[in-house]
């Protein structure tokens, strides 16, 4: 069984920065993507960002990208997302998912087999 934990999480002002971290125990782990999804009270889980299992691919919604930046690192087995500009409408609780199989629909929750239990990020002033 792959347990992901993800790290980081908390308060920040808006505009400002913060670093989520994730690591996933599998020794299979260079061969995972990796993605993190985000869900806000009363809404749907929503995709933020997917590297794929080369860490040469990345993907971002619509909502982060450019503000954003997912990097994954196999010696460490960990996944990061730089969170830059940080805007109120970011709270949220994100999660790390893992996708041994490299699905092409990576924006789907469904395409993910391993997921941490989220962290809380909360941007107000």
């Known amino acids: 069984q792959v347990q992901v934990v993800e790290y980081g999480g908390g308060l920040v002002r808006p505009g400002g920065s913060l670093r989520l971290s994730c690591t996933a125990s599998?020794?299979?782990?260079?061969?995972?993507?990796m993605a993190w999804f985000r869900q806000a009270p009363g809404k749907e889980r929503e995709f933020v960002a997917k590297?794929?299992?080369?860490?040469?691919?990345?993907d971002y919604g619509d909502s982060v990208m450019g503000r954003f930046t997912i990097s994954k690192d196999d010696a460490t087995n960990t996944v990061e997302l730089q969170m830059d500009s940080l805007k109120p409408e970011d709270t949220a609780v994100y999660y790390c998912?893992?996708?041994?199989?490299?699905?092409?629909?990576?924006?789907?929750?469904?395409?993910?087999?391993?997921w941490g239990q989220g962290t809380q990020v909360t941007v107000s002033s």
């Open positions: 998912a893992a996708d041994p199989w490299g699905s092409r629909q990576y924006e789907y929750a469904s395409s993910y087999d391993y």
């Open positions: 590297v794929s299992w080369s860490g040469a691919s990345t």
């Open positions: 599998s020794r299979r782990y260079s061969q995972f993507a």
